[in-house]
């Protein structure tokens, strides 16, 4: 039995085969995001299959996730994306009990109880700031690309403080202290903690250690470090954080299977 | 001439004894029908009161206190000359002063109700018109329990409208999500939040809201006004009080919201039902720009021991699909299996 | 007397080592302004512009040192009243007993801007529930959990009612949080009905008798819970006493008020006198220390304005602002884009008014706080605004914002179109958060574009 997740995020659509039986992830890869999502969605399965030598049809269920998950008709069922990343953590780390998702987006804080059920969760999808998307903003704005943003966060010595909560607002807060003098890296180290400091105050409402952090911002370099910082407890990233909505998509597709319920449509 | 009525504590009992046509604001045909365009921190369902309040110049709005949207929201409709508006001072403290202003606010109300046209409330029609809507409310708090969640809202939106409703249609519970809602007034334009809820797998076992169950609370006690040796009496000789001080006392002691002070009683009012339906998760919905609602939302959670949803509605057109989203994933949720005893 | 300046942090290390030098005598809570950035973190003293005369050393050591002195007085035993929301009755009432302190905890909105965030407190009060939706006043929330900046009161009082949605919430959440509160009714003001007799409030305002009955029925009961804390019954004449002692404080504020705004040019800064007027609220929790201040500040802009030395230029637009400014950098701001405040409303005037004398002291005390501006239509506010601005020759009008308070997304609506109807004033709303620091520019661009209406219309 081998189950499929597809993550439809606002960025990139994810996907993941993953084989229970041995659970282990057979493949996995991600296209950018576009307007036909399900032509791009099903290009990627598509992809992964050849990938992994797999026929569709060797294919018990798929379930898709993610803001464009309703899109992907193809999939057995659809999950938020809440459940979905909650399931996908806990599989890669049983004794997880917060899930930090930062996402193009939003940005998400989930609660896990034993056996990974989530107890609750708080998101923030109406702000730039403290998601993803504000790191872009300032990437584009200081013209370079993600990863030399990255970079730049891990030379600083004394991050500035950015005082606003709006990301309109902080981009010219940020002009003015580079325009003051202000190193390049501290700047966006200071960056770095704002995103964090906005992701902590959903954190205080539900979190709890052992923290682990995912979606695709937890491969900035300095992020998990700047929430460790505001959090006061550490925090571990992931491996291939930017799959864990659709690890934990297939994950569900397989216990579904195994429950009995209907799969492939 | 039809009064729009902004709160469930204003006795449209009283509006009827005044030969006045009572009316719940909230399934009023033109209200919330366009999408008012804000400004920063106003609430819409305030700033659709004060539009409403300007385009049916033929009818008269009665806003209360109860919030700081309101009250300013009648500022601003007196200021943009709507004649007919009256702001009723709803006390926010239950203390004998609180009581006093009650009262006062409805003789007040009385001479608004006058000058509109209205008639002298004979003492008669008012005991008649109590009696029938404390009957009303009644039935309705006992069907709450095993009623679907949106034929119960339009059988309570019926009762706001005209007195009238029929029985809501019963549910056989299957969902394992009970879910409670509570906040402020959800009215027609809303109900789909019930749809999205159980397409979601979950169902409304509480409607809490400004404009459901809580509605209902207020209650007369025949002997309510009288001392207590009097009011022993009073029932079994079947002297009844003067009505006025029975329907202060009926609102006064019985409304449960969250703008009183403290809001004790809104939790005592909560706690017993959340428990009795098994609620499993609460959702807290309110307009963007009310901060009475906002902030219970940490305290609900604590009280409650419940995970608390919160949903705010942008504007007057309802909810949106980020929010769609999110009732999904509180759906997903509180479906796993319980793992304590609910407390 | 030195020619009138303002100076920086910096600035004023030299001058206070020069008036030490010149034999500056200075109260216990005395000293440079500089230890409060190293002592209390309060950073944003390095960002702001102060006058430079002893009197206002004076008045901002008074301020910044108000937590100390609160501690210290419930080191000696006394007993510490938490008035919330009525701003500027129950101190009244708390005053006139023996052995209380009273102080406003909804005071702590200023220290996240003192501190420049660095206290955390906004963050700390969203993660107890209360986001940035609301008010700064929400600072005071976490401030009452962690104990660290005004000691925990022995009494919780706070007015409800007509009051302002955010606060209130504030309020409530805060007595969930395990700190029980008393609360007193205030009704919404209302002008009198026919038939119904009308009570003169101090402000020009009336309301009917019933109201101020019902607000002086819970007073009643505030200062019977207030008597209880002191051990001693509040009557008529321990209350008498305290009334004429605020009174003797909200003269001496309107004279400063009236010697500042009425003279040709600025002799004191806004930003002093915005910290100046919020004495009157509960005297900074020391009545006689109040007092010596603003005589001293009175004394210094009398001498100033017989001297002709002033702070501000001849060009200065005068100004009325409406409601208090969550950074008091926006004060410096003004003055630096050639504007000079002639008038103010920072949400209670109630309290600057004298509280009448020639009435039964509860009677007296009712009158006043239900003349509290922000129990009323924002049409009183207005006409008020209206009254002050032509016996002060105010040229334009800012409505400050104050971020997440329910009541200021309407009522700078009615304010300026009143003013606009009336007097024909240019009138602006701008909105000024706890460290605007990155909003100057915007800032600045309308402030400056206001001055220059207000000039152009000078020469018209």
Request: glycine content about 8%; charged content about 20%; some cysteine.
């Given at each position: ?20 039986a ?24 598509d ?30 069922t659809t ?152 959090l ?30 209907r799969?492939?449509? | 001439?039809?009064?729009?009525l ?78 007919r508006?009256?702001?009723?001072n ?55 329990p ?16 005209d ?21 402020g ?6 109900w ?45 000789d ?13 609102y006064?002691?019985?409304?449960v ?87 | ?11 004023w ?32 003293l ?77 963050q700390?009060a ?16 976490p ?38 509160i ?33 607000v ?29 002692a605020a ?53 210094e ?112 609506e009615i304010i ?45």
């Open positions: 039995m081998i189950c499929a997740g597809i993550d439809a995020g606002s960025r990139a659509i994810k996907a993941v085969l993953f084989d229970p041995a659970s282990r992830v057979l493949a996995s890869g991600l296209a950018d995001q576009g307007v036909e999502q399900e032509r791009l969605a099903t290009e990627l399965f992809r992964l299959l050849r990938a992994a030598g797999l026929e569709r049809s060797q294919i018990s269920g798929v379930v898709a996730t993610g803001y464009g998950r309703n899109s992907i008709r193809f999939a057995s999950i938020t994306e809440i459940t979905c990343h909650a399931r996908g953590v806990h599989h890669l780390a049983p004794d997880a009990r917060t899930v930090i998702e930062i996402g193009g987006q939003d940005s998400k804080v989930i609660a896990l109880e034993d056996g990974g059920r989530v107890r609750d969760f708080a998101m923030n999808d109406r702000c730039a700031a403290g998601t993803g998307r504000f790191l872009e903003m300032v990437a584009s704005r200081l013209e370079m690309n993600w990863e030399k943003l990255s970079a730049l966060a891990q030379q600083s010595r004394q991050p500035a403080l950015i005082s606003n909560v709006c990301a309109v607002f902080a981009e010219t807060e940020i002009i003015g202290l580079l325009a003051s003098g202000k190193p390049l890296p501290d700047v966006v180290a200071g960056v770095q903690n704002a995103v964090a400091t906005r992701v902590a105050t959903l954190a205080g409402r539900v979190a709890m250690p052992p923290v682990y952090f995912t979606g695709g911002v937890a491969l900035q370099a300095g992020m998990a470090r700047a929430l460790a910082e505001v006061a407890c550490p925090v571990s990233v992931v491996p291939q954080p930017q799959f864990t909505g659709a690890l934990g998509a297939a994950v569900l597709a397989a216990e579904r299977v195994a429950s009995g319920i799969a492939f449509p | 001439m039809r009064v729009h902004t709160s469930p504590w204003i006795p449209a009992e009283w509006v009827r004894a005044h030969g006045l046509e009572a009316r719940g604001i909230w399934f009023a045909d033109k209200f919330r029908q366009d999408t008012p365009p804000l400004a920063g921190g106003v609430c819409a369902f305030a700033e659709s009161v004060v539009r409403f309040a300007e385009t049916q110049p033929d009818s008269a709005v009665v806003l209360t206190t109860a919030c700081d949207q309101l009250q300013r929201g009648f500022d601003a409709a007196a200021f943009r000359g709507s004649a508006v009256f702001l009723f709803l006390p926010a403290t239950q203390t004998p002063v609180a009581r006093q202003i009650y009262r006062a606010e409805l003789a007040r109300l009385g001479q608004f109700l006058l000058a509109l046209g209205g008639t002298a409330p004979a003492p008669e029609m008012l005991r008649q018109e109590m009696a029938q809507s404390d009957e009303a409310r009644r039935r309705l708090r006992e069907a709450a095993p009623a679907a969640a949106r034929s119960y809202a339009e059988s309570v939106a019926r009762f706001h409208t007195g009238n409703f029929a029985a809501p249609a019963v549910c056989t519970p299957t969902a394992p999500a009970a879910l409670a809602l509570v906040g007034p959800l009215g027609a334009k809303d789909k939040l019930f749809d999205t809820i159980e397409a979601a797998g979950g169902r409304v076992v509480l409607n809490a809201t400004l404009t459901g169950e809580r509605s209902l609370c207020p209650t007369f006690d025949r002997s309510a006004g009288l001392p207590p040796a009097l009011a022993a009496a009073s029932r079994q079947a002297d009844e009080p003067e009505p006025f001080d029975a329907l202060v006392a009926g006064i002691d019985n409304l919201d969250v703008f009183q002070r403290p809001n004790t009683r809104l939790y005592a009012w909560l706690k017993p039902r959340l428990l009795a339906r098994q609620v499993r998760g609460i959702v807290l919905w309110h307009f963007t720009g009310c901060d009475l609602w906002r902030a219970e939302w940490q305290t609900l959670r604590e009280v409650s021991g419940r995970p608390v949803l919160l949903l705010e509605a942008d504007e007057a057109a309802g909810i949106s699909p980020r929010d769609t989203n999110r009732l999904q994933a509180f759906v997903e949720m509180i479906k796993q299996p319980w793992p304590r005893q609910a407390n | 007397m030195a020619t009138p300046s303002k100076l920086n942090l910096t600035q290390d030299d001058r206070y080592a020069e008036l030490r030098r010149d034999g500056l005598r200075e109260p216990a809570y005395g000293g440079p302004l500089r230890r409060h950035v190293e002592q209390e973190k309060d950073f944003r390095e960002q702001l512009q102060f006058d430079n005369s002893p009197a206002a050393l004076r008045l901002w050591n008074f301020l910044l040192t108000e937590n100390e002195r609160l501690r210290q007085a419930r080191a000696r035993g006394e007993k510490i009243v938490g008035a919330m929301k009525d701003l500027g009755t129950v101190p009244v009432m708390a005053y006139a007993l023996p052995g209380l302190r009273a102080f406003y905890p909804d005071g702590a909105w200023w220290t996240p801007c003192l501190m420049e965030g660095s206290d955390r407190l906004l700390q969203e993660a107890l529930g209360i986001d940035a939706s609301f008010c700064p006043v929400r600072a005071m929330l401030a009452f959990q962690n104990g660290g900046h005004f000691p925990l009161p022995d009494l919780l009082l706070c007015s409800t009612g007509a009051v302002c949605d955010d606060f209130s919430a504030i309020a409530q959440r805060l007595e969930h949080l395990g700190h029980a008393l609360w007193w009714e205030m009704p919404r003001r209302r002008a009198p009905a026919a038939g119904e007799t009308a009570c003169a409030l101090p402000g020009n305002l009336t309301a009917p008798k019933i109201q101020v009955d019902c002086r029925a819970e007073l009643q009961r505030v200062g019977q819970v207030l008597g209880q804390l002191a051990g001693k019954d509040l009557d008529d004449a321990l209350l008498t006493d305290g009334i004429r009174n003797h404080v909200r003269r001496l504020l309107a004279e400063l008020r009236q010697t500042v705004y009425a003279a040709p040019r600025a002799p004191l800064p806004a930003l002093e006198l915005l910290v100046a007027e919020m004495l009157a609220l509960h005297f900074c929790s020391d009545r006689e220390e109040c007092i010596a201040v603003l005589e001293d500040l009175l004394a802009a009398r001498a100033r304005v017989w001297q002709n030395q002033f702070v501000s230029g001849a060009e200065a637009v005068r100004i009325f602002w409406v409601n208090p400014v969550a950074d008091l950098r926006a004060m410096n701001l003004l003055e630096d884009l050639g504007g000079r405040i002639c008038g103010s409303d920072f949400m209670f005037t109630h309290a600057l008014d004298l509280i009448p004398e020639d009435l039964p002291p509860l009677e007296a005390l009712a009158r006043s706080a239900l003349a509290d501006p922000m129990a009323g239509p924002a049409t009183d506010r207005a006409a008020r605004i209206v009254r002050e601005c032509r016996a002060n020759g105010v040229e334009a009008v800012v409505v400050s914002r104050i971020p997440g308070a329910s009541h200021c997304a309407r009522e700078g300026r179109e009143i003013v606009r109807q009336t007097i024909g004033l240019p009138a602006i709303e701008l909105e000024i958060p706890p460290v605007c620091d990155a909003l100057l520019p915007t800032l600045a661009s309308r402030l400056q574009a206001l001055v220059e209406t207000a000039r152009a219309k000078r020469t018209k």
